[in-house]
C-alpha cells in the first residue's frame, strides 16, 4: 500500500477530485494548508502598506492506495493540477506497513 500526499493549488481541487472519482479514487482527506516553495510568496498593498505574504494558501490532498494503482493515481493527480507556472505542487509517495478499518477490524487492501 502507498500514501500519497499532494498539495496543490486551491483552485484546482475540484479537477482533481472529479478526475480521480473518474477512476474509481473515492477515499481521501482535504486539508487547507499554507507554505511556498520556490515562489517565495508575494507582495501585497493593503491600505496603502506594501506586505510581503511568504505562506500562500495551498490544498494537501492525502490517500491510501495499493500499490498496484500508484502509476494511475499519481499521472490522474498531475495532469488534473497542472497549470505549467510555478506553485503548482508536489507529490510525495509514501510506504504504508498497516491499514486497519476500525469499525470491522478490515486489515491491509481489505480496509481501504
Same mark, same amino acid.
Given at each position: 500500500?502507498?500514501?500519497?500526499e499532494? !498539495? !496543490?493549488?486551491p483552485?484546482?481541487?475540484?479537477? /482533481? +477530485?472529479? =478526475?480521480? +472519482?473518474?477512476?474509481g479514487?473515492? %477515499?481521501?482527506?482535504? #486539508?487547507?494548508?499554507?507554505?511556498?516553495g520556490?515562489? +517565495? %510568496?508575494?507582495?501585497?498593498v493593503?491600505?496603502?502598506?506594501?506586505?510581503?505574504v511568504d505562506?500562500?494558501? +495551498?490544498?494537501? !490532498?492525502?490517500? /491510501? !492506495?495499493p #500499490? #498496484?494503482?500508484?502509476?494511475?493515481?499519481t499521472?490522474?493527480?498531475?495532469?488534473? =493540477?497542472r497549470?505549467?507556472k510555478? %506553485?503548482? %505542487?508536489k507529490?510525495?509517495?509514501?510506504? /504504508?506497513v498497516?491499514?486497519i478499518?476500525?469499525?470491522?477490524?478490515?486489515?491491509?487492501d481489505?480496509?481501504?
Amino acid at each position: 500500500m502507498k500514501k500519497i500526499e499532494a !498539495i !496543490i493549488q486551491p483552485f484546482k481541487l475540484e479537477e /482533481v +477530485k472529479e =478526475a480521480l +472519482k473518474v477512476i474509481g479514487v473515492d %477515499g481521501m482527506t482535504i #486539508a487547507e494548508v499554507r507554505g511556498h516553495g520556490r515562489q +517565495k %510568496g508575494h507582495k501585497e498593498v493593503y491600505r496603502g502598506q506594501e506586505y510581503q505574504v511568504d505562506l500562500l494558501p +495551498k490544498v494537501k !490532498i492525502e490517500m /491510501v !492506495i495499493p #500499490a #498496484a494503482r500508484l502509476d494511475e493515481v499519481t499521472a490522474t493527480i498531475v495532469k488534473a =493540477a497542472r497549470t505549467g507556472k510555478i %506553485g503548482d %505542487g508536489k507529490i510525495f509517495v509514501y510506504d /504504508v506497513v498497516e491499514a486497519i478499518r476500525i469499525r470491522n477490524d478490515d486489515r491491509s487492501d481489505t480496509a481501504l
